[in-house]
């Protein structure tokens, strides 16, 4: 398994996609998983996956550690994997979807949740589901369906909100629901790792009232167990390299 990963400045970011890595060869010791990095840090895709091929490898599974759909799924990795498969024409990748949109995932933003104190599926709570934002329409519109999904779960309200690209931003929404008479609103943020984003809406949404701002999903069992999920997908549904 070819675990690609946004990659960031921040070491914190790394250090959580190695401990998530390390949950998921816990999971399937069976399975060498390793991890790439589409910006930022080493290696990347092209250099991990050529180390495979020049290692004698003739296969691998390429799972992008994205939470949605967007530019680095549609351009970047299949650009990555058709210049491997180009260099490489014997080595077979196939390639898992991206993490979100999953319920697995939704367990794993409530998990953190707790970790910050939230009880989950509070009715006096509501709730500002956070991604990074993406020029990508559809994959703030995922965001949304996920909020729209979550609201049921006993919540007195949730909500999409955008670290960037687009609004609202954290802070509004908070505000927002303030102002709408909600007790108390907590922030989920919908991020693999903690960095710069995670920072960013931490400090914004506590400025704006929220009580309580969950923790990036880093290792959490859930997402763990997605990763192990995706990546049998992909082993029972071979698909092309240029496929994400």
Same mark, same amino acid.
């Not at 290692?55 to 992008?64: C, E, I, M, T």
């Not at 006096?124 to 990074?132: E, Y």
């Given at each position: 398994m070819a675990a690609v990963a946004h990659g960031s400045r921040d070491p914190r970011a790394a250090a959580t996609v190695t401990a998530l890595l390390d949950a998921v060869r816990a999971l399937r010791p069976d399975v060498p998983v390793h991890a790439a990095f589409l910006d930022h840090a080493a290696p990347t895709p092209d250099r991990l996956l050529d +180390?495979? %091929? /020049?290692? $004698?490898? +003739?296969? @691998?599974?390429?799972? &992008?550690?994205?939470?949605?759909?967007a530019y680095h799924s549609k351009t970047d990795l299949p650009g990555a994997l058709n210049r491997v498969r180009a260099r490489h024409p014997r080595l077979r990748l196939r390639t898992a979807d991206t993490l979100g949109p999953h319920p697995l995932l939704v367990r794993a933003l409530e998990r953190r949740l707790s970790d910050a104190g939230v009880e989950p599926g509070d009715p006096?709570? %509501? !709730?500002?589901? !956070?991604?990074?934002g993406s020029s990508d329409a559809s994959a703030n519109a995922t965001i949304a369906r996920l909020a729209r999904e979550w609201r049921p779960r006993g919540w007195r309200d949730v909500v999409p909100a955008y670290a960037s690209a687009t609004g609202p931003k &954290? $802070? =509004?929404?908070?505000?927002?629901?303030? #102002?709408? +008479? @909600?007790?108390r609103v907590a922030v989920a943020s919908y991020f693999l790792a903690p960095g710069y984003f995670t920072d960013k809406v931490r400090d914004e949404a506590l400025a704006a009232g929220a009580a309580a701002v969950s923790p990036a999903l880093g290792?959490? &069992? #859930?997402?763990?167990?997605?990763?192990?999920? /995706?990546? =049998?997908?992909?082993? %029972?549904? &071979? /698909?092309?390299?240029?496929? !994400?």
């Open positions: +180390g495979l %091929a /020049r290692d $004698g490898h +003739g296969a @691998a599974v390429v799972l &992008p550690l994205l939470l949605t759909a006096d709570t %509501a !709730v500002v589901v !956070v991604s990074a &954290p $802070g =509004e929404a908070v505000a927002a629901l303030l #102002e709408a +008479g @909600a007790p290792a959490a &069992p #859930e997402v763990a167990h997605l990763i192990v999920h /995706r990546y =049998e997908q992909a082993c %029972a549904t &071979p /698909r092309t390299a240029t496929a !994400v």
